[in-house]
């Protein structure tokens, strides 16, 4: 079975420093991994997938990833937090058929000015 | 593209009545997922469509719970009758084939 664990339920930084959002998934076949944040009231919003290619993936606002199989880990990261970057961010593995999502439990990103 | 239109935004209703929820996919999308997001429970997916079909609705709750997709391009999902531990922001996603799910904006219902 396939299942993702976002190792931190809470993560804070200071504006203008690195950000890294942990997760680590259990897969029995190679999966489609995705970041998606979400805003207060707001809905889910991609930040950027991984299918198999290019194991560091780049997303939007400056965020990327990278896939590492060996540790079978797949962190988010971004070099210079920003006040916008606050928000709840899901990682999310794939069923083997691709078509159902598995969220982790998210991590809430807090930026301090 | 508008995206993912989900109505009402907001709702909020009396123990025992019935609830629908509405969902317009993404043009052209042939997969449409439920989902419900609740802070105890997160993000669980109650069911989603295939071409107007359901294919899993294993995470639906309970029989007060439905869904329908009559075409492709609008979806409900009805709670009768509804109770207090429904409340909950509902999302509606649509993808193309098995790729990247779109999300809408989320139906909060309140139920008192």
């Known amino acids: 079975a396939q299942s993702v664990t976002q190792l931190d339920s809470h993560v804070s930084v200071s504006e203008g420093t690195p950000v890294l959002l942990r997760c680590n998934y259990s897969?029995?076949?190679?999966?489609?991994l995705f970041w998606y944040v979400q805003h207060p009231n707001k809905g889910l919003q991609l930040l950027l997938k991984y299918t198999s290619a290019a194991t560091l993936v780049k997303g939007i606002n400056g965020f990327e990833a990278e896939f590492k199989k060996s540790e079978t880990s797949f962190h988010l990261t971004k070099p210079s937090a920003h006040m916008s970057d606050a928000a709840e961010y899901f990682c999310v593995v794939t069923s083997v058929t691709g078509n159902q999502f598995y969220f982790g439990t998210g991590t809430s990103l807090t930026v301090i000015p | 593209d508008a995206g993912v239109i989900q109505s009402p935004r907001h709702e909020v209703t009396e123990m025992g009545q019935e609830v629908t929820l509405r969902c317009k996919p993404i043009s052209g999308h042939d997969y449409l997922f439920w989902y419900r997001q609740t802070m105890m429970r997160g993000l669980e997916l109650l069911i989603y469509f295939n071409n107007n079909v359901p294919i899993d609705d294993s995470g639906m709750p309970e029989d007060r719970f439905s869904a329908k997709m009559p075409n492709a391009s609008f979806s409900t999902l009805k709670i009768q009758p509804s109770e207090p531990r429904d409340s909950a922001v509902y999302f509606c996603a649509s993808s193309l084939f098995t790729d990247t799910q779109y999300f809408g904006p989320g139906t909060r219902l309140t139920v008192l």
């Open positions: 897969s029995s076949y190679s999966p489609s």
